[in-house]
């Protein structure tokens, strides 16, 4: 295909390059096209898909709309102006998976990254980044905490500050289980099924299925199933 400079003209103001100079000028061109595709492949720029477009801008709109709706009363609060599903909405343009009745409250803070299942909450003010898995049934209570990676701090000859951050590791909740106010759970920590967390505990290690822990580090003091 040759191409004539200024073809965007009317036609009247048209004017066409002799032979060899199209020629050139087409040649020209094509290096150009060649040269930004190798460049991309070079350094390895990912075009992005239609689907992955539609998604990020999915997620931005979301994101928008959850800071948007920290002007609104809390959840089952006065006025009542369907705030609780209006915060699911956005929720579920954001969220990697979203279940259905959730319930995220007000001033919370998290990432793409999480996942919330069917019927569960996020309390209010609560936080946490990186990957946190949450089952069905959860209950949150305010001012929650929740760390998927630690500071580095193994070497001794420059400060902690500046050494970045330690591997990334899952957090996952499992189904039905209630977590009271201002919990701090650390990275890589599996909280079982049905199991219930005191107020104010820090959870350093596995919670099983049914354990009732409290205390800082949260210790088990009975399980559920054996009451």
């Known amino acids: 295909v040759t191409l004539v400079p200024g073809s965007f003209l009317p036609r009247q103001f048209q004017t066409r390059l002799p032979a060899a100079d199209e020629t050139r000028f087409s040649l020209s061109f094509s290096l150009i096209i060649q040269n930004q595709s190798e460049m991309i492949?070079?350094?390895?720029i990912k075009l992005l898909s239609e689907n992955e477009i539609i998604m990020k801008i999915s997620t931005c709109l979301g994101y928008i709309g959850l800071q948007i709706c920290n002007i609104l009363p809390p959840n089952g609060g006065f006025p009542n102006i369907k705030q609780q599903s209006i915060r699911?909405?956005?929720g579920k343009?954001?969220?990697?998976?979203?279940?259905c009745y959730v319930n995220i409250q007000k001033n919370t803070r998290f990432s793409h990254n999480c996942i919330l299942g069917n019927y569960s909450g996020i309390g209010r003010g609560s936080v946490f980044f990186g990957p946190v898995e949450i089952?069905?049934?959860v209950m949150m209570g305010r001012n929650c905490l929740i760390h998927t990676q630690n500071h580095a701090f193994n070497r001794l000859d420059i400060p902690m500050c500046q050494q970045g951050g330690d591997e990334v590791k899952k957090v996952v909740i499992g189904d039905d289980v209630w977590i009271g106010d201002n919990v701090t759970i650390l990275p890589g920590v599996k909280v079982g099924n049905g199991a219930i967390i005191g107020a104010c505990a820090v959870v350093a290690k596995d919670v099983p299925d049914y354990a009732i822990v409290v205390g800082n580090p949260a210790k088990v003091i009975k399980y559920r199933n054996q009451l």
């Open 41 to 44: 492949h070079h350094n390895n």
């Open 88 to 90: 699911a909405f956005f």
């Open 135 to 137: 089952g069905k049934y």
């Open 93 to 99: 343009l954001f969220l990697k998976e979203c279940g």
